[in-house]
């Protein structure tokens, strides 16, 4: 004898959707597990057509009249939401570095070539950390660097911002420039807890393949890396 689902199915759901029994309505709107239209039924009906297919009855539009309810596989379908946002996460977060190099007081023509690599990274939604690497007793005036690394986040004030502020490492000054705005200002994915995630994607008719205009037409027929770019150390200052 077949078994329904809902007691594993319990653990996972929450006060903002109704799965299986413990939707208590006296009729839905029923959608199959393949998007089609089965029409108004009873919910005790919709239950027993779920657990036939071995699937569960899941509310998508409460507010409905009647409530809309759709058979699938749940847990199948918080794995695959789960796993959409796992890998927009990783997409937000992982940002690519660029790097140029100079010398002290490196000469203003040699200096365009790499301010223009910059700004075209930068343009393109990366990140640039500008380094100027010292030479023997060039580090014990760290003023003439400090001036360059200034000059340069002067001339890209238009399109990005000094996120980290000139600093010393070892024999090099190096700051970071952030762009003020991504490659075409691309949304920002805000990620909130899965759970609180999953139950608004399931709230959402339009996560579930089904549109509001289809409600109404259905209604009797139907780690950052740093990259270094190789070519800007060709032009580099010896």
Known sequence: MFVPKIKRREAISTSNFRINEQIRVKEVRLIGPEGENIGVVTAQRAMEIAHQAELDLVEVAPAANPPVCRVMDFGKFLYERTKKEREA?????KIEIKEIRLR????????????????RWLEDGMKVKVTVRFRGREITYPEIALEDLKEIAAELADIAIVEQKPNIEGRNMSMMLTPTKGPGKKP???????????????LSVKDLEISEEEFEDIDLDEDDDIVDDDSTDENEEE
Do not use: C, M, Y
């Not at 996460?89 to 977060?93: E, I, L, S, Y």
């Not at 990620?191 to 608004?200: A, F, G, N, T």
């Open 89 to 93: 996460r990783k997409a937000q977060t």
């Open 104 to 119: 002290p007081k490196t000469n203003e023509h040699h200096r365009g070539f790499k301010t223009r690599d910059a700004r």
């Open 188 to 202: 920002k994915v805000i990620v909130s807890s899965s759970s609180q995630k999953v139950e608004l994607d399931l």
